[in-house]
């Protein structure tokens, strides 16, 4: 069994998903864990439950001896629970961040299109939506730009239309959330545009 199974089986034996692995050239081996998340039966979502510094310790301790079995050359461990920037990268990890700022890059450009899109664009920033068809999603965001400290915004001004990009999971090669910082804490999604026409990957 290759050491990365025993380090996937080992956090899923112990109650946690295995969120990203990491091995670098220095030695330091990188396991980052999260607690699983299952939808509420009324779709609201889950009750969030966070890692704790003695859930580290307990999978750091487990590894270790069981990487000590295996006869795996590391030199350093550190077992984390995922940070602002998040991957995502199962069906799961999609639902559970259903309105939240994501960055997507894709395997390929997204072609040709008339959304006003640039064909040789890869790399995306928007709130996540689920798609209208099963198995789909789509990012939504305006190319607008947020106005500076102290600058005054004419109640005439036209917003900047909001632009969608459909796509679906193999057509990702990153998806992360996108790291960014509020110092007010977590709020309600503020009400938007429609988009006035979506992009699909692979156009």
Not at 50 to 58: A, H, P
Not at 92 to 101: I, L, P, S
Request: a neutral charge; proline letters at 7%; charged letters at 25%.
């Amino acid at each position: 069994m290759a050491w990365q199974d025993t380090v996937a089986q080992t956090v899923s034996g112990l109650g946690f998903d295995l969120v990203d692995l990491e091995r670098s050239a220095g030695g330091l081996l990188r396991v980052t864990i999260d607690w699983p998340w299952t939808p509420s039966e009324d779709g609201a979502g889950a009750t969030e439950r966070f890692v704790t510094v003695e859930d580290c310790e307990r999978v750091t301790r487990q590894l270790q001896y069981l990487l000590e079995v295996e006869g795996l050359d590391y030199r350093r461990l550190e077992v984390g629970s995922p940070g602002i920037d998040r991957p995502l990268r199962h069906e799961a990890d999609f639902q559970r961040f259903v309105g939240e700022q994501v960055d997507i890059t894709l395997k390929t450009p997204i072609g040709s299109t008339g959304s006003g899109v640039a064909a040789n664009r890869k790399k995306f920033r928007g709130v996540l939506e689920a798609g209208l068809s099963a198995g789909q999603w789509q990012v939504v965001w305006s190319d607008e730009a947020p106005p500076k400290p102290g600058q005054r915004v004419s109640k005439k001004r036209v917003p900047a239309p909001m632009q969608a990009l459909v796509f679906s999971l193999d057509e990702i090669q990153q998806a992360r959330l996108a790291p960014v910082v509020n110092f007010k804490g977590r709020q309600s999604p503020a009400p938007r545009q429609t988009p006035a026409g979506a992009a699909k990957a692979g156009d």
